[in-house]
């Protein structure tokens, strides 16, 4: 085993490194991941096991005969955890940290630990299904559970079983999430023990309702402004909504409304943050607001798990989300706004205690919530499988029911794709060649 390096930290990013909760969990992480192949991970956004997790491993000399790989559901996750770890590392960016993410590859032949999106994984999977170049795959927001996430559990685990089977160097597979429905996940990898990391949370409070709200985006609205004239404008505000468009006419709606405050209100720095925003955009939303502004953040569900904004007090919660959905009527896939799970639920009013107490106004009546979907159905079983049949094809997989999914597709659902599709064809015939 190699011998881990001296720390090459400054003073001051090795103490905000320690001040994480997982820090204390350090050396005993270390001594279980050494002898596991695969491993579950619980720990609450903001643990800090994103950013520690690959650097202890890679510190401590597991997975250093390859490259440690830690998959995002979101290019802004990828991008901003790179960043970060190789701030973390005092090197420069691409170098012995990097990222890949789609038309964007900032890696190098010296990278060791690299951030991507689930989907270029799967992509490299197709023309490498044993996944050669890595001797660790960390699989983060697994609670996602997107059909990029769920069909790359099988292909990772597939990859595990294989190099195992043919000799080669063994792939460890670490599963990580921020949710605590683990049963499921530790079952899929043949058992593979659960690690619980303790998370940073402080106490919240939660109001709802007291009747059901017509017009979720104009109670958003009076919420946004009712705390802003309360409360000290040191204390940033987070607004969940479902998608590009409301979200920028809310953006200007506050904007206009905030020129016309009484004096005394604090200025208001109103950003947006959804996942086709340019990355330079997404990045204001890290950046503090200037001194006597309050910032107020409107997104859509990106920011209830990938990314930890810090500044948070309140959090406004719609309850509404927009989910891909087959609609078996017009055989087409949309988009359609829906209540979040009671699991989203939790998530979004997380936000708002990572650093300090927080309050989180849920525009919903208790009872409304309580009808709310325990846990939000996995991709795999509302969405249209077409897409997945042609990846599946391209990696030699012969038909996509038979590949091992976690959550079966259902039979009765959404539709695998066509015999007689031309695309289909091609990818058989190039698979056979």
């Not at 197709?126 to 990029?148: P, Q």
């Not at 670490?174 to 079952?187: E, N, P, R, Y």
């Not at 006597?292 to 798990?305: D, F, H, Q, S, W």
């Not at 599946?392 to 009765?412: E, I, N, Q, W």
Request: aromatic share 6%.
């Amino acid at each position: 085993m190699e011998t881990p390096d001296p720390s090459p930290y400054p003073e001051a990013v090795e103490q905000q490194r320690r001040s994480l909760p997982i820090f204390q969990a350090r050396g005993q992480l270390l001594a279980q991941l050494r002898n596991l192949d695969s491993a579950i991970l619980i720990g609450e956004t903001g643990s800090g096991k994103t950013t520690q997790i690959p650097q202890y491993l890679y510190e401590g000399g597991i997975g250093r005969q390859a490259v440690i790989a830690v998959t995002q559901p979101r290019r802004v996750a990828a991008i901003s955890l790179a960043t970060r770890v190789s701030d973390e590392k005092r090197t420069e960016l691409g170098k012995l940290v990097g990222y890949t993410v789609r038309f964007d590859d900032v890696t190098s032949d010296n990278t060791k630990i690299k951030f991507l999106t689930d989907g270029m994984l799967l992509r490299e999977a197709i023309s490498d299904s044993l996944l050669r170049k890595y001797s660790c795959v960390i699989l983060d927001e697994a609670h996602e559970r997107t059909i990029h996430t769920d069909v790359l559990f099988g292909v990772v685990k597939a990859a595990q079983r294989r190099r195992k089977e043919l000799g080669k160097l063994p792939l460890k597979v670490i599963v990580m999430s921020a949710t605590m429905d683990v049963d499921l996940f530790s079952q899929y990898f043949n058992g593979a023990p659960v690690l619980y990391l303790e998370g940073r949370q402080h106490p919240i409070q939660i109001f709802y309702t007291k009747q059901p709200q017509q017009d979720y985006l104009h109670a958003a609205l009076v919420s946004v402004f009712q705390i802003h004239q309360e409360a000290p404008c040191s204390q940033d505000i987070l607004v969940f909504l479902t998608g590009q468009e409301e979200i920028e006419a809310m953006s200007r709606t506050c904007r206009d409304i905030a020129k016309h405050l009484p004096d005394g209100c604090p200025s208001m720095l109103v950003l947006p943050l959804y996942a086709s925003l340019p990355y330079a955009q997404q990045l204001r939303v890290f950046q503090g607001a200037p001194k006597g502004c309050r910032k107020v953040i409107i997104a859509t569900n990106i920011a209830e798990t990938s990314i930890t904004i810090t500044g948070i007090k309140y959090v406004v919660d719609t309850g509404m989300v927009k989910a891909k959905k087959y609609n078996p009527d017009s055989g087409l896939e949309v988009l359609a706004v829906q209540r979040v799970s009671k699991t989203q639920a939790w998530q979004r009013t997380g936000r708002a205690g990572r650093e300090d107490s927080g309050v989180c106004y849920r525009l919903y009546t208790e009872d409304e919530f309580e009808k709310f979907d325990k846990m939000t159905v996995p991709e795999i079983q509302r969405c249209n499988l077409a897409s997945v049949m042609l990846q599946l094809l391209a990696m030699r997989v012969p038909d996509v029911l038979t590949f091992d999914f976690m959550s079966k597709p259902s039979p009765g659902g959404p539709p695998h794709g066509t015999s007689s599709s031309p695309a289909r064809d091609q990818i058989r015939a190039a698979a056979k060649s």
